[in-house]
């Protein structure tokens, strides 16, 4: 067969040039094209926090892919979170990339974590080259999938990993039923300008090729307003969006008042311990008291930790609730789920102290 490859014409433009090359074979079970499979569950995982936590209810059948860091998100230090384990793993960035703004790393544009990972998987690791410092590294086919497919329009992880499923499900006959989409929102700007529509792209060459595609509500893929019509799914993606911040502001909000409510428990208990040291200087010698400090220390500064945290997490969280509640209100949505957010109330002061519970007020 023969492969596309972009070379430059000599006149600050470019042609496409047909270079004969061995077709590979690169399904996860290495069935040959044309043998006998069974029809197969695809999730693509990426770590939107609207969606990536479906990735734990899948089947153990369903096939995972993921890219990048997403092991922050299924594994755990012991191994996999639950059932999630992938099949697939893709890192397309070459080792001395950065982020826009960012410095490299040497690791893919990723902590060094990164590369550990990726040394020790033990499923198909999809790169632009084999990498020796990662043994299970496979040459992801770029230019026989645009051969094949006649498009060589890739302009994300996403789109590589759908053009993987697409050369698979159509060209080596490996038969995918279903496919989702799970972590994969692309509503951040650079996103949704430069990467969503060849997502897009790719979702409809496979479900023209026969694969049932899963988008959850909370995801922005596949969504819009009819034209001329006004009905629009978007207003569904922007509830689900909208009750899923409220829950981390809830949470945050929750982090926050336990943190305050200790701190306040910790000041009292040294407060009745500094009573108890002055009554019993005895007991408590130079070296006691260096123990009992270093303990408060530590206890402080890790809920001082968990308050400025939390904090930070709570201020996203409500922008994040007010811009979902705009777009709600503008694609015509209700949100019928106890729409005000708990106010933020810190524990009366007096809890640092000792106290008694008042008697209930009989009304």
Excluded at 6 to 22: A, F, I, K, S, T
Excluded at 63 to 71: G, L
Excluded at 151 to 167: D, I, N, V
């Amino acid at each position: 067969m023969g492969i596309v490859k972009l070379q430059n014409d000599g006149r600050g433009g470019n042609m496409w040039e047909v270079v004969p090359v061995e077709e590979p074979v690169t399904v996860a079970n290495a069935v040959e094209p044309g043998g006998e499979t069974t029809q197969r569950d695809i999730c693509l995982l990426g770590y939107a926090e609207e969606t990536r936590d479906l990735v734990f209810a899948l089947p153990e059948t369903t096939e995972i892919w993921a890219i990048n860091m997403a092991h922050v998100v299924i594994y755990g230090p012991d191994g996999p979170k639950t059932r999630a384990r992938a099949n697939y793993w893709f890192q397309v960035h070459p080792r001395n990339w950065a982020a826009p703004g960012k410095a490299p790393t040497g690791f893919f544009g990723r902590p060094e974590e990164h590369l550990d990972f990726l040394a020790r998987f033990d499923g198909t690791i999809w790169k632009q080259s084999v990498d020796p410092d990662v043994p299970n590294s496979k040459r992801y086919p770029l230019e026989e999938i645009a051969a094949k497919s006649g498009r060589s329009y890739f302009t994300s992880t996403f789109a590589y990993q759908l053009g993987m499923a697409w050369y698979e499900h159509v060209v080596l006959g490996q038969t995918i039923e279903k496919l989702r989409m799970y972590g994969v929102n692309l509503t951040s700007m650079d996103e949704y300008i430069h990467q969503k529509s060849c997502v897009e792209y790719w979702l409809g060459r496979l479900e023209q090729a026969g694969v049932e595609i899963e988008i959850p509500a909370a995801s922005a893929l596949l969504k819009g307003k009819l034209y001329a019509i006004g009905n629009s799914d978007l207003s569904d993606h922007a509830f689900e969006r909208l009750q899923f911040w409220k829950g981390k502001y809830t949470e945050a909000w929750a982090n926050i008042n336990t943190a305050h409510s200790m701190k306040s428990e910790l000041k009292f208990w040294a407060s009745q311990l500094s009573q108890v040291a002055e009554q019993h200087s005895e007991a408590f010698t130079g070296e006691v008291k260096a123990m009992i400090q270093a303990v408060f220390d530590r206890r402080s500064a890790n809920l001082n930790a968990l308050q400025d945290r939390s904090g930070a997490e709570l201020n996203g969280a409500l922008g994040m609730v007010k811009d979902n509640q705009h777009w709600l209100a503008l694609t015509g949505g209700i949100d019928h789920r106890a729409p005000q957010l708990p106010d933020l109330r810190l524990p009366a002061a007096h809890l640092s102290s000792d106290w008694s519970v008042p008697e209930p007020k009989v009304i």
